[in-house]
């Protein structure tokens, strides 16, 4: 299998596939994986692509060198009556970013990582945030590309990058 692959922007037809790209995310961990079905109907997951492309979402999508869709990562900009995970605060959006199991750990995360935040900044956002579980190694890329620790509950952390 060849690792290349290329980056676009997230479309309005991409909703059902970062579907499938947040059940990777809440199934980071083999052992625990819950099934789709389940992750999609949970509320608290659901407000991060229901109603996909709302105005304000952002992403952007990895592609294989055979046109395979193999990971996402999007934004979006959540009410304080209905906060994600990694909520911090009003016009704070929140990133979400998941990779296909076999793509992991060969620049896919960190392309659309840097990617989705240079588009945040560029769209004049100040700050990006997230929620990662605490022993999920991805907290090692997110701290690696600036992104830091400003809450942590008894599972999850949530991490904030100031783009400004």
């Given at each position: 299998?060849?690792?290349?692959?290329?980056?676009r922007?997230?479309?309005?037809?991409?909703?059902?596939?970062?579907?499938?790209?947040?059940?990777?995310?809440?199934?980071?961990?083999?052992?625990?994986?819950?099934?789709?079905?389940?992750?999609?109907?949970?509320?608290?997951?659901?407000?991060?692509?229901?109603?996909?492309?709302?105005?304000?979402?952002?992403?952007?999508?990895?592609?294989?060198?055979?046109?395979?869709?193999?990971?996402?990562?999007?934004?979006?900009?959540?009410?304080?009556?209905?906060p994600?995970?990694?909520?911090?605060?009003?016009?704070?959006p929140?990133?979400?970013?998941?990779?296909?199991?076999?793509?992991?750990?060969?620049?896919?995360?960190?392309?659309?990582?840097?990617?989705?935040?240079?588009?945040?900044?560029a769209?004049?956002?100040?700050?990006?945030?997230?929620?990662?579980?605490?022993?999920?190694?991805?907290?090692?890329?997110?701290?690696?590309?600036?992104?830091?620790?400003?809450?942590?509950?008894?599972?999850?952390v949530?991490?904030?990058?100031?783009?400004?």
């Amino acid at each position: 299998m060849s690792s290349a692959f290329v980056l676009r922007p997230a479309t309005q037809p991409d909703g059902a596939f970062l579907g499938d790209m947040l059940v990777e995310a809440a199934n980071w961990q083999p052992a625990g994986a819950r099934p789709k079905h389940e992750v999609l109907t949970s509320a608290v997951q659901l407000r991060y692509v229901t109603g996909w492309m709302r105005p304000g979402d952002t992403g952007v999508i990895a592609e294989s060198s055979s046109g395979e869709a193999i990971g996402a990562a999007w934004y979006r900009t959540l009410p304080r009556n209905e906060p994600g995970f990694g909520y911090v605060d009003i016009g704070v959006p929140e990133l979400i970013i998941g990779v296909r199991p076999i793509w992991r750990a060969r620049g896919v995360g960190r392309a659309l990582l840097r990617s989705l935040t240079a588009t945040a900044q560029a769209a004049g956002y100040a700050r990006l945030s997230l929620s990662v579980e605490r022993e999920n190694y991805a907290t090692t890329l997110y701290r690696s590309e600036g992104f830091a620790m400003t809450d942590q509950g008894a599972t999850r952390v949530t991490m904030v990058r100031r783009l400004r």
